[in-house]
Nanobody
Framework: QVQLVESGGGLVQVGGSLRLSCAAS????????MGWFRQAPGKEREFVAA????????DYTDSVKGRFTISGDNAKNTVYLQMNSLKPEDTAVYYC??????????????????WGQGTQVTVSS
């Protein structure tokens, strides 16, 4: 079984920064892509950012472009999300996800096979 464990969430003021980390553990596993999703209270889970290891290509939802950066280490199945200039609307539980195989889309939740438990990010105004 593969486990994804997120860390780095917390409470931050508007304009502040946080860095989320996600590490995979368990059976030998090589992901094709890893991503971050978030879910705010009363809302559906939404895509935030993803990275496809083979091309080191990345994708971001429009609302975080220029503020968030996804990076990671394919060999370690570790992914990071650097979040700058945080806004109250970024408040959510952030989930890490990993895709075991190539998928056409890396911004769709159904493309991912494994999920973490989530880490809370709260941005206070």
């Amino acid at each position: 079984q593969v486990q994804l464990v997120e860390s780095g969430g917390g409470l931050v003021q508007v304009g502040g920064s946080l860095r989320l980390s996600c590490a995979a553990s368990g059976r030998t596993f090589s992901s094709n892509a890893m991503g971050w999703f978030r879910q705010a209270p009363g809302k559906e889970r939404e895509f935030v950012a993803a990275i496809r290891w083979s091309l080191r290509s990345t994708d971001y939802t429009d609302s975080v472009k220029g503020r968030f950066t996804i990076s990671g280490d394919n060999a370690k199945n570790t992914v990071y999300l650097q979040m700058n200039s945080l806004k109250p609307e970024d408040t959510a539980v952030y989930y890490c996800a990993a895709a075991a195989y190539w998928r056409r889309s890396i911004n769709a939740a159904e493309s991912y096979d494994y999920w973490g438990q989530g880490t809370q990010v709260t941005v206070s105004s």
